[in-house]
């Protein structure tokens, strides 16, 4: 740092570790999460830039308190919840990450912690208690029903979700909870289990200001309870803001304050920026952040600021004005020198850029008398013994005026303090690494070493809950298969009536294989409305067992035989139609099998393609490209024998080669006169099917059905390494 800013570098640093009055919670030091970014260069040419998403953000929350994040709008807030919450690729993120004293990670992280994302991700058709009611299932294991119901009837009057006990979650189509009572329902379902640590992104985000301050409410008694909470939030309400307790502020990635929220006017007097009469000081301030943003200087002397109490410059008054930036084309040029510059292959470093907050009209009753006024700061005797000063050093502390805020424990005092700040303040601190240690041993390891098995139930015990669940989403929203049984129905009969009698002739042997190839297609193009069904349901999936709710093979499992039984019904009323009406030959046993596998190997090739694709857009279209794919080489248009060796592997890929061979094989596999050719020739069904190259002495036909099983296993083998590999909300 140059003497541009203040004067020089400190010269003496005196070791602190942390708050003695710490009681515990969850503490971070030195994050770091830097990802790769497309910059238009000043030639015009698209060049690759690093960007710091979060830069060296060191702190810590407290045990029973709550923690805010908050910032312009890209600051970093999601992305710094993220990375406390195990949610960042292992790998990308750098830094430590500590529960209790004790180094955590993202495993560790998520089996002691809830996540409650923005979006409420629950079941529309299953009640609130029922929704608790399965959440408690999955979350706390073996114990008796009995207590898991009394834990969810007490969560029920603790959110106070009691009048909406017996109502319906709901969705954009079908009416249900409030917004508020949903979000409530969202963050009951994660914490059913007691977790030490909650996150909440957003929680307050579409909501009015009552239900907002009623979540929030909630929140605040979860976490005197003795969770420690993280929220990000944005423009807090005065009646919320009363509710937090620790603030992080951020811009670009750094740190730019922290500590509470009544010692904000005080960090801005020591910024030497004197707060307006009835302004906000945290909106205040984060105009301030902005301001320097879009300045020359940019909000790196502002982090400087808060690591080593090196005052900033004083912007121009043109700089000063808001109202000049915003209304200005572009902002003013930055300086270039404000942040060391790494220089390789692709670029140098950068810090994300932030988004204008526009001039909103303030939540805030700026008459009204924070309480905080009144409090007294955390410990400041415990600071001095941390500080480890010696008695002539503390006594000066002792004779200031002002109280000692919440600052973080990894930092060593700057002697190079700015005039009239007399006292510590989380500004007033660098980080010293070597304060930030992880015992070996001791009370705190033993706890986190001693967490129980990572799921709370066995594998068939999950299966079982997630049967149930499916089996009443499925009664409460028939459409999806009540559509297609109508479909097959329908079709049935319209096949029925379109193929009866056939002649025996060359022409009728035409017409009985059209039927058949017209089957095997309407089986696999029924299945396709599975596709949005799935996509929807994957989001609750991630958010489930993103804190190890239940496994990913027992999800696959329960799905596979959820629908077992639907899918014979379906089967068993086209067969029932046609078979009878057409009389056809063969086993009708043989008929109803294939039909069946058929339906369970297009519903498990369905389900795999949903869980790969990102909407239910191209979700459609690659069902619909393979399934054309698979109609054209299945032997119909051009015999297996005669297409080009360069795509025969196409035909034994196709998943309709083998129930259209296995349905011709049932029909003409015997020596029973079928028509006649032009010169008189009599036809037989095994000549039907050497002309096709399908009959084989030692290819019975129920190998069809085994390899229509295999395709069907396979896909679900697809459908789970997606699920248990890629399916994760986390950054890369």
Not at 424 to 447: F, M
Request: net charge positive.
């Amino acid at each position: 740092m140059s003497n541009h800013y203040n004067g020089g570098t400190p010269d003496m640093v005196i070791d602190i570790s942390k708050p003695m009055n710490f009681t515990g919670g969850l503490e971070f030091m030195n994050l770091t999460y830097t990802v790769m970014k497309k910059q238009k260069s000043e030639e015009g040419k698209w060049v690759k830039q690093e960007a710091d998403l979060l830069n060296k953000i060191t702190g810590y929350a407290r045990k029973g308190c709550i923690t805010a994040v908050m910032g312009p709008s890209g600051a970093g807030k999601s992305t710094l919840l993220d990375g406390l919450a195990g949610r960042i690729a292992s790998g990308s993120l750098k830094g430590k990450v500590s529960m209790d004293g004790m180094e955590m990670n993202p495993s560790l992280i998520k089996r002691t912690s809830a996540y409650i994302m923005q979006e409420d991700r629950l079941f529309p058709m299953l009640t609130v208690y029922e929704t608790l009611m399965f959440a408690a299932d999955f979350r706390l294991g073996s114990i008796p029903k009995a207590e898991k119901r009394q834990r969810v009837e007490e969560l029920i009057e603790q959110l106070g979700l009691s009048t909406a006990r017996n109502t319906y979650i709901g969705d954009e189509g079908r009416r249900g909870v409030s917004g508020g009572e949903r979000r409530r329902v969202s963050i009951g379902v994660d914490i059913i289990h007691g977790p030490s640590l909650l996150f909440l992104d957003e929680p307050t985000s579409g909501l009015d200001s009552t239900s907002a301050q009623s979540v929030v409410e909630k929140v605040h008694n979860i976490a005197r309870a003795g969770s420690t909470v993280i929220l990000t939030i944005h423009q807090p309400s005065h009646r919320i803001l009363l509710l937090l307790d620790h603030l992080i502020i951020l811009a670009r990635g750094q740190l730019m304050y922290q500590g509470p929220p009544k010692d904000v006017g005080l960090h801005l007097g020591r910024l030497g920026r004197k707060l307006p009469k009835g302004e906000n000081p945290i909106e205040f301030l984060i105009d301030v952040i902005q301001k320097y943003d879009q300045s020359e200087y940019g909000v790196d002397v502002l982090a400087e600021f808060v690591l080593t109490g090196m005052k900033p410059p004083q912007l121009s008054d043109d700089e000063m004005s808001f109202s000049t930036i915003l209304a200005s084309p572009t902002p003013p040029p930055r300086r270039k020198n404000n942040q060391p510059e790494k220089q390789n292959s692709s670029g140098k470093r950068l810090h994300l850029q932030t988004v204008g907050r526009s001039d909103q009209e303030k939540d805030f009753d700026h008459s009204v008398r924070s309480p905080w006024n009144n409090s007294k700061s955390w410990s400041q005797s415990g600071i001095m013994q941390a500080v480890g000063l010696t008695p002539t050093r503390q006594r000066s502390f002792q004779r200031t005026p002002h109280p000692v805020s919440a600052s973080p424990g990894y930092y060593t005092y700057s002697s190079d303090i700015v005039a009239g700040t007399p006292t510590p303040h989380s500004s007033d601190y660098t980080v010293n690494e070597d304060d930030y240690l992880t015992p070996t041993s001791g009370p705190n390891v033993a706890r986190y070493n001693h967490l129980g098995p990572k799921f709370a139930n066995s594998f068939f015990e999950e299966t079982w809950v997630l049967i149930r669940r499916n089996f009443i989403n499925i009664r409460r929203t028939p459409e999806l298969f009540l559509s297609r049984l109508m479909v097959l129905a329908i079709m049935g009969f319209m096949m029925a009536t379109l193929f009866v009698n056939p002649h025996k002739s060359m022409q009728g042997i035409t017409n009985r294989l059209s039927f058949f190839i017209f089957t095997i297609s309407l089986f696999f193009f029924s299945s396709n409305d599975a596709v949005p069904a799935f996509i929807q349901e994957r989001f609750i999936f991630v958010r489930e067992t993103s804190h190890n709710a239940y496994r990913a093979s027992s999800y696959t499992i329960s799905g596979v035989i959820t629908y077992l039984p639907f899918l014979l019904l379906q089967a068993a009323v086209y067969a029932g139609i046609t078979w009878f009406a057409l009389k056809l030959e063969g086993p009708f046993v043989y008929y109803l099998a294939i039909l069946y596998v058929s339906l369970l190997t297009t519903n498990s090739f369905v389900v795999f393609v949903s869980s790969v694709v990102p909407n239910y857009i191209l979700g459609y279209a690659a069902v619909i490209a393979f399934t054309a794919l698979f109609f054209l080489f299945c032997g119909y248009f051009v015999n297996s024998h005669d297409i080009p060796k360069c795509w025969r592997w196409m035909n034994k890929v196709s998943t309709m080669t083998y129930p259209y061979e296995g349905l011709l094989m049932n029909e003409y596999q015997r020596e029973e006169v079928f028509g006649q050719t032009l010169i008189g020739t009599n036809v037989t069904g095994i000549d039907i099917l050497q002309s096709l190259h399908i009959y084989h002495e030692r290819d019975p036909k129920w190998d069809k059905i085994y390899m229509m099983l295999g395709w069907a296993v396979f896909y679900r083998i697809l459908f789970y390494i997606i699920l248990r590999f890629a399916s994760k909300n986390q950054r890369t």
